[in-house]
């Protein structure tokens, strides 16, 4: 734990050293492992379909995560996890009080090692990591966020054996 409060903490540092727009950490639970995230947040200041309430808008996450195998097969692996994904969400615009989103993204990890236990190896340490979720801005300034996120990284059938991981997730957001 104290690991991880000096990595998030040396995360919001950098924030404001190198015009970060916020901050975010994640946990997550799946396929008999667990991780966690945190990650430096660089709005993408544009969007499309304005016409209405709602519009399209996005952000680059760049993160930095463990996660540990907690298989009963055994050989479990604390696995290190860096990555960086554009997200693309449909959120609203002119909200009263909370703005609800939902998003999607694609983007692409290193992993090392290229299994978690046993069982479950991946094949290469590169990784693409596709998930969807949805969540909420709060905040005078929406510089809050809160959001649930479906994942699933495995390397696309570029090398075997793909066993891939999927993980439910939540994670918290903090926009400067």
Known sequence: MKKL?????????????????????????????DMVRVGALWNWDKSWLNDGD??????????????RGKSSVGN????????????????QKNPSGMAPYVEGAIGFHLISPAFI???????????FGDHVGFG????????????YRYQHLSNGSIKEPNHGINFNQIHLDYYF
Request: aromatic residues 16%; hydrophobic residues 40%.
């Open 54 to 67: 709602w519009h399209i808008t996005g952000f680059w996450d760049a993160s930095l995560g463990q996660w």
């Open 76 to 91: 479990n692996q604390t696995v290190t996890d860096v990555g960086i994904t554009p997200v693309f969400r449909f959120e």
């Open 136 to 147: 909420v801005r709060l905040g005078d300034r929406r510089q809050f966020d809160l959001g």
């Open 5 to 33: 409060s000096a990595l998030m903490f040396s995360t919001m540092a950098m924030g404001q050293a190198y015009a970060v727009d916020g901050v975010s950490i994640e946990y997550g639970k799946g396929n008999s492992a």
């Open 117 to 127: 236990y046993a069982n479950r190896k991946f094949g290469s340490s590169f990784q």
